[in-house]
């Protein structure tokens, strides 16, 4: 079992950055792929980062590629997302989210956090 929380969100101008937390807790975290995914009012979510389990190998969207970094410490069972240059469409909900092997597909994750609002004003 691994039960996640995010933080980190908030209210951010257009250009601005801000960096996102997911922190896990389970003994086999270290273990599980984590990814991000972000769901905007009356729109499906939709996946936007994901970092394996060992932290060596990343995967972005196109909409966020060159903008936005995830990492992690298993050492703290922390996965981050680091967001730059952000734009009003970056407006959403963000959710982190772990399984065995990262897909982009929402369906393939079995443990989710509750989400933290990012908020991007133009």
């Known amino acids: 079992q691994v039960q996640l929380v995010e933080s980190g969100g908030g209210l951010v101008q257009a250009g601005g950055s801000l960096r996102l937390s997911c922190a896990a807790s389970?003994?086999?975290?270290?273990?599980?792929?984590v990814a991000w995914f972000r769901q905007a009012p009356g729109k499906e979510r939709e996946f936007v980062a994901a970092?394996?389990?060992?932290?060596?190998?990343?995967s972005y969207a196109d909409s966020v590629k060159g903008r936005f970094t995830t990492s992690r410490d298993n050492a703290k069972n922390m996965v981050y997302l680091q967001m730059n240059s952000l734009r009003p469409e970056d407006t959403a909900i963000y959710y982190c989210?772990?399984?065995?092997?990262?897909?982009?597909?929402?369906?393939?994750?079995?443990?989710w956090g509750q989400g933290t609002q990012v908020t991007v004003s133009s």
């Open positions: 989210a772990a399984d065995r092997i990262a897909t982009t597909q929402r369906h393939g994750y079995n443990y």
């Open positions: 970092v394996t389990w060992n932290g060596v190998g990343t």
């Open positions: 389970g003994r086999t975290f270290s273990m599980y792929d």
